[in-house]
């Protein structure tokens, strides 16, 4: 007889562990409290535009295409991939000398601008570049595939030994101030980390993989655009026998003998089910979702804990194409300690802010009307700040204004025939996030090193997948973290080939 699995929701992690268990013979049905699928990586259309609302890169082709390979599936024959070129464009305001750049992913043409910023440094950014992607893979193998808690093989000195090479107690800061001189070169090496929800200064060295991801892989558009990736999974889900249900949402998991034995939903309905898994924002899970006695980490873990920052996001529908935007484009503030500071140690509307914007119909014209642009602007925030309607009107302008001076664009109010606006508020109504947490928890040294486990310790048969548990953040890391869930329920001790899962 079929084990019953009920995954409530479906984000990336939620969708990518469905699938497998669906393969493996399980029977599988996943709740979602939204009308979309997809979690964060939802999707919606407006006159004629069609907007990705959260995650837009597309980085790590090589742990998406192996969990393809896990369900045999050719990753081809679902998303249609583009290599973007330039990878991203960096605007650095107030910069005179140099005001806009184009990063390529591609070392033959990035060398000349490296040089630029640092005379000299070609020997060093290679050899950098080379020492980081030594370390992506030694990450891979000992670690991101890797169940924590569950193999005593982490305990061997082999194991330990490559940690210590990853440079876990040194901060990115401090490690790429010991290879280059240059504050702009920097920032292009660590603007990596907005995507981990973290501070250069407190986020450990072992991040230097990003660059590794970054320069020596590049970066990747799926045309149709990020929600592709959803759909695909839906599709692979729906052959293998998955039932989905939205706008239905879970409002208690049901303890039977330290046993989770079920859900109850919102409208009271009970749903019976072998065994849990909670893609939904681990705090939510744990704090409201279970009572107390079963609360594996309660309230006062995730006040001791640092969150990643909240956004504010604007989606624009303009009337005209801008050609001073690449596909993706972020602008680097003048004090980049000090907008960390604001983000982490004293919360506040950030004063010159960095912040990206994505223009998909660069890569592809069909998201918008002919002879038109979207863009997607995101400025980091903090989480858990009470904003006022006349908050937010004051700082969307502030944004749009720095806009104006940075692009050259006095008239883009004049462009905008479109505009939805997206806040902390937004993140905790539409995804049950902590604080209006973008992201989750920040990966700071001890939250990468004591990630909240997959499992529940109070719970039988209660697991969870996604951006809060392990590896951590991000669309390529939450299917990593959909593997690992599967292998701890089909008990698979050790990271072996992918092909003989």
Known sequence: M??????????????????????????????????????????????????DMGPSWYLMPDVFE???????????????????????????????????????SDLDKDLPLFEQLEPGVTPKIKAYLERSGEQYEMAKETFMYRNLGFSLDFLK???????????????????LNKWFESDRLKKILEYT??????????TPAMYNIMNAIDFNMGVYYPKGGIYEIVKALERI???????????????????????????????????KA?????????????????????????????????????????YLGLDRELDILSHHNLRFGSDWKQNFKELFDTPQLPEDPSYYICKPTETDPELSPEGTDNLFVLVPIPPG??????????????????????????????????????????FRRDYNAYKGTALGLAHTLKQ?????????KKVKNLYYVGAGTSPGIGMPICLISAELVYKRIQKIKTPKPLSTL
């Open 2 to 51: 079929k084990q019953s699995v009920i995954i409530i929701g479906s984000g990336i992690g939620g969708l990518g562990s469905a699938a497998l268990l669906a393969k493996a013979g399980y029977e599988v049905t996943v709740l979602e409290k939204n009308a979309n699928l997809g979690g964060r990586a939802n999707i919606f259309e407006a006159e004629g535009y069609t907007f």
């Open 66 to 104: 192996q969990y393809f390979n896990l369900l045999e599936e050719d990753i081809n024959d679902h998303l249609e991939l583009i290599k973007l070129s330039p990878s991203y464009r960096v605007f650095f305001s107030n910069d005179k000398e140099l005001p806009i750049v184009d990063i390529h």
């Open 157 to 175: 000195w082999k194991v330990i030994k490559k940690g210590i090479e990853l440079n876990p107690f040194q901060t990115m800061q401090s490690y």
């Open 193 to 202: 980390l907005v995507f981990l929800g973290s501070d250069p200064a407190k």
């Open 237 to 271: 889900n729906k052959k293998h026998g998955t039932s989905f249900h939205t706008n239905t949402a879970v409002s208690k998991i049901n303890i039977e003998g330290k046993k989770a034995g079920g859900v109850q939903l919102e409208n009271g309905d009970v749903l």
């Open 274 to 314: 072998d065994l849990i898994i909670s893609n939904a924002d681990l705090w939510f899970t744990e704090t409201r979702l279970l009572e107390k006695p079963y609360q594996t980490y309660p309230e006062k873990y995730w006040e001791r804990s640092v969150l990643s920052p909240s956004a504010f996001i604007m």
């Open 385 to 426: 700040l009470t904003l006022s309607e006349e908050d937010m009107t004051v700082y969307r302008q502030k944004i749009l204004d720095l806009i104006k001076t940075d692009l050259e664009l006095p008239d883009i109010e004049d462009y905008i025939v479109y505009e939805r606006s997206f806040w902390s508020d937004d």
């Open 448 to 456: 990468t090193l004591k990630r909240p486990l997959n499992y529940s």
